[in-house]
């Protein structure tokens, strides 16, 4: 019961964290970073430059200004990254701040706040002509601030050198930065790892916010690792006959659960951009957590199962749950997979229309295997045979010593190991030697033809007599007769029970009741017939 409560909380817990779902993707952030652009648009784009002056910095189109930009940007020139921004009109308050810092300055809080995707601004060197802006700006987006929004304008000025104009970013939107800065700045601890770790990143996300987050993850870890340990103890005060299964899911997959969704619900946001909130989007950490809990529990159920089943005295049934367990584990593994591609922004529903193309081919494929599921299925429900049971199959006998989803095994009496599929074993006319209560004794006696009817009479009465006296025979049936004259010889046939089940010990009662017979044939004088008769 206290799993389950824990289980609910955590649903709950993690649906508020993955409520907000991010404007950017892993899959966009990788395309960023390796751009492709066609050959016609390649072409177009050359040909547009040159109807103008080229400058050297690319700034002639608003794609080409921007992307410049944020190029420079995000190898920290913020020296030539402030060649385009455009300065004019500017009070001395935004202008104290030095070009390159706000540059960089525009470049963080870009970076936290908005995903500029460069190829939908306008490659034409007069911009955008229909975007209710005047004809010398366009613009890249709009971020929202205490004091009302602010745009992220581009605007055609005069190029620095005279001439024709180029493109940069508005100085009203420069004018703004102060503003921006004020609004979005890192937090201390963030503003110095920023500074002083190595400019390297990998999807977009910086060593320095790896560094961060990986420190908050711990600390979050070894919050739940105390949590969880507190929480067995507790479980185990309430419930000493706790299984070790149920401890083992505690300590391990909820103990890194707890501490995936405490860091992504109380860790500060302050030192977060678009990149990173994109990477932890993708939860891929709290996805591989929730579904080796979800294994781990799947282990839980199916061991509680299983000391229900046994205690109920259905132990057959629990050889079923093993392979069902398994193809739980394997659904939930494939939907997890699943929605971790949607997190990072992959079509998983393409894949799964792209892999039901071929399905009516693979459901061919596996009509046996379908088959032989069913055949398990209905071999544990019925229960023709159990596991350990000795039987008939065919012309073979054995010991069903497994019955998987494929196949039944079966160890002969050669202590060779036959592999039956299961729809053919199914099917088959199964002997079940084990549920025998007692074992047949039903010899024949091939007498002598010289043999008189006096004889067999005296015969017949003294096996009867020695039969009874036996403890271990069933009293009935126990006959012996006189069944008629076979091709060379007269045969007596003798049929009893003897009260085992154990074949051994049946084996050792047979050998003294066939040594008692024997003597008996000797005492009549009554011969058996010559082999050349049989």
């Known amino acids: 019961m206290l799993i389950r409560v824990c289980l609910l909380a955590l649903i709950v817990v993690s649906g508020l964290c993955g409520a907000t779902q991010g404007k950017v993707t892993v899959k966009e952030i990788l395309q960023q970073q390796q751009p492709e652009r066609s050959e016609q648009e390649q072409a177009e784009q050359a040909q547009e430059i040159e109807e103008v002056m080229l400058d050297k910095l690319h700034r002639e189109t608003p794609r080409g200004a921007m992307q410049g930009y944020l190029n420079a940007a995000r190898t920290r020139d913020f020296a030539l990254a402030s060649d385009y921004l455009d300065f004019r009109n500017l009070g001395p308050e935004v202008l104290a701040l030095g070009k390159p810092q706000l540059a960089e300055i525009l470049y963080l809080v870009l970076d936290r706040t908005l995903w500029v995707d460069v190829q939908s601004l306008s490659s034409q060197p007069q911009g955008k002509s229909q975007d209710l802006l005047p004809s010398y700006r366009d613009l890249v987006g709009e971020l929202k601030t205490s004091q009302g929004p602010v745009q992220i304008l581009l605007q055609r000025v005069p190029a620095d050198s005279g001439g024709d104009y180029i493109w940069k970013i508005s100085n009203a939107t420069v004018a703004q930065i102060p503003l921006l800065k004020e609004q ?53 005060r309430i419930k000493p006959d706790l299984s070790a299964e149920a401890c083992s899911l505690i300590n391990g997959p909820l103990c890194l659960l707890l501490g995936v969704i405490l860091a992504r619900n109380l860790a500060s946001d302050a030192n977060s951009t678009l990149a990173s909130k994109a990477v932890f989007e993708g939860a891929t950490l709290l996805i591989i957590a929730w579904t080796w809990f979800a294994l781990r529990a799947i282990d839980v159920v199916r061991y509680r199962f299983s000391q229900r089943l046994i205690q109920r005295g259905n132990e057959q049934a629990v050889y079923l749950l093993r392979p069902l367990g398994n193809v739980v584990q394997i659904a939930v593994v494939i939907m997890a997979l699943f929605l971790w591609l949607e997190n990072l922004g992959f079509s998983a529903t393409t894949l799964v229309a792209g892999l039901g193309i071929g399905g009516l081919a693979v459901a061919l494929a596996a009509q046996k295997s379908v088959e032989n599921i069913i055949g398990a299925i209905t071999l544990y429900s019925s229960a023709p045979v159990r596991v350990g049971q000795v039987c008939r199959f065919g012309e073979q006998v054995g010991t069903v010593e497994e019955i998987g989803l494929r196949a039944t095994r079966v160890r002969t009496l050669n202590r060779t190991v036959i592999h039956v599929p299961n729809a053919r074993f199914v099917d088959m006319e199964l002997e079940n030697i084990s549920e025998r209560e007692r074992i047949a004794y039903r010899p024949e006696l091939i007498l002598d033809r010289s043999t008189t009817s006096a004889q067999i009479s005296a015969l017949q009465a003294e096996l009867i007599d020695m039969l009874t006296r036996q403890p271990d025979v069933a009293d009935n049936p126990c006959r012996v007769r006189f069944t008629g004259f076979v091709p060379r010889g007269l045969c007596i046939e003798v049929l009893c029970y003897i009260e085992t089940t154990d074949f051994n010990e049946y084996l050792t009662r047979c050998e003294a009741l066939n040594l008692a017979a024997l003597s008996l044939l000797h005492k ?11």
């Open 184 to 236: 979005y700045s890192y937090s201390p601890s963030g503003e110095w790892l920023y500074k002083n770790l190595p400019d390297y990143s990998f999807l977009g996300v910086k060593l320095w916010q790896w560094v961060y987050y990986s420190a908050n993850l711990l600390v979050y870890l070894l919050l739940a690792f105390a949590i969880t340990r507190v929480l067995a103890f507790t479980a185990k």
């Open 524 to 534: 009549l004088e009554i011969d058996l017939a010559p082999p050349e008769y049989l």
